[in-house]
């Protein structure tokens, strides 16, 4: 970007001088907020104080992105069918 300085007049010759800070490539904008009690205040704050890591945001981004994170999905027709069957066996057990 060639810029004239303001006060340059016709000739133009000085040019606008960038400043600021310079931007980053990978910016990080998406923020996400956590509300935590009394005792998992105490937790999180012993494992950031073990971990030794300087800045809690990245402490945070650590534990989310780089630990696995078991999902549980659940099958109505499954869970259903699982109830029956047990039903059945305990039935079956009783008039043994």
Request: proline share 2%; with cysteine.
């Given at each position: 970007?060639?810029?004239?300085?303001?006060?340059?007049?016709?000739?133009?010759?000085k040019?606008?001088r960038?400043r600021?800070?310079?931007r980053?490539?990978?910016p990080?904008?998406?923020?996400?907020?956590?509300r935590l009690?009394?005792?998992e205040n105490?937790?999180f704050?012993s494992?950031?104080g073990?971990s030794?890591?300087?800045s809690?945001s990245?402490?945070m981004?650590d534990?989310?992105?780089?630990?696995?994170?078991k999902?549980?999905?659940v099958?109505k027709?499954?869970?259903d069918y699982?109830?029956?069957?047990?039903?059945f066996?305990?039935y079956?057990e009783?008039?043994?």
């Amino acid at each position: 970007m060639n810029m004239k300085h303001v006060n340059a007049g016709e000739s133009g010759e000085k040019e606008k001088r960038k400043r600021g800070r310079k931007r980053e490539k990978n910016p990080q904008k998406y923020r996400y907020m956590v509300r935590l009690n009394e005792v998992e205040n105490k937790r999180f704050l012993s494992m950031y104080g073990q971990s030794g890591m300087k800045s809690m945001s990245r402490f945070m981004a650590d534990c989310v992105l780089n630990n696995p994170v078991k999902v549980v999905t659940v099958n109505k027709s499954v869970w259903d069918y699982v109830i029956l069957l047990s039903g059945f066996l305990s039935y079956s057990e009783r008039e043994w």
